[in-house]
């Protein structure tokens, strides 16, 4: 099998789907940092950019010269690129498997539990006491909720501390398995069978 291939391609995005589709069939709500999301995203879509624009732009010159040897600084040049964007993120929580109504329904028990001073304008809520300021962005046919923050200018110890605080809530919290994990599943799989067929055939 050659290195770029299909497979190459096609591989590592049918992993990241398969990934999606279990954490959405999950019996329990899932949840993720905003590093952790981008992680597995970038893995995720590794394969295309090696075998797409890598493969376009690479230099045919610097092939007959260097040989293979020449992917090595255009990989590290995709690695210390999303480093880059990895540390520009800012802050976020994806919560999987989770509805609106009970989010608001965890934050009203973490806030009594923990005394907070809480500030609500519409999605954006600001939590003084550890210095975070969020909006609550959710799509409610995925069953999927993300709390990005709102400004540059965050604690990331506050998110630490609400982080652990929503895992707790968690603990006791059985949401049922969401079908589009199914959906992400099977796409997975075809993903990853047209992959195989392709490189075999070449």
């Not at 050659?2 to 959405?24: D, E, K, M, R, W």
């Not at 959710?138 to 999927?144: E, G, I, L, T, V």
Request: hydrophobic letters at 50%; aromatic letters at 12%; a positive charge.
């Amino acid at each position: 099998m050659q290195f770029l291939s299909p497979l190459t391609a096609l591989g590592p995005l049918s992993i990241y789907l398969i990934f999606l589709g279990l954490v959405n069939l999950s019996s329990k709500t899932r949840l993720l940092t905003g590093r952790q999301d981008f992680i597995a995203l970038s893995l995720g879509v590794s394969g295309l950019i090696v075998v797409g624009p890598m493969q376009l732009f690479l230099p045919q010159e610097a092939m007959i010269r260097f040989g293979s040897n020449a992917w090595y600084p255009l990989i590290l040049l995709y690695l210390f690129c999303t480093m880059w964007l990895f540390l520009l993120n800012r802050p976020r929580l994806i919560l999987y498997n989770l509805k609106k109504k009970d989010l608001f329904c965890f934050m009203e028990h973490i806030v009594r539990r923990e005394k907070w001073t809480v500030h609500a304008h519409g999605n954006v809520m600001q939590i003084t006491e550890i210095g975070i300021q969020f909006e609550i962005i959710s799509f409610a046919a995925m069953k999927n909720i993300t709390l990005r923050a709102t400004r540059a200018e965050q604690s990331m110890p506050g998110w630490q501390v609400l982080r652990k605080a929503l895992l707790t809530e968690f603990q006791t919290h059985h949401a049922g398995f969401n079908r589009a994990g199914v959906f992400f599943v099977a796409c997975g799989l075809i993903v990853a069978a047209v992959g195989w067929t392709y490189t075999s055939s070449v």
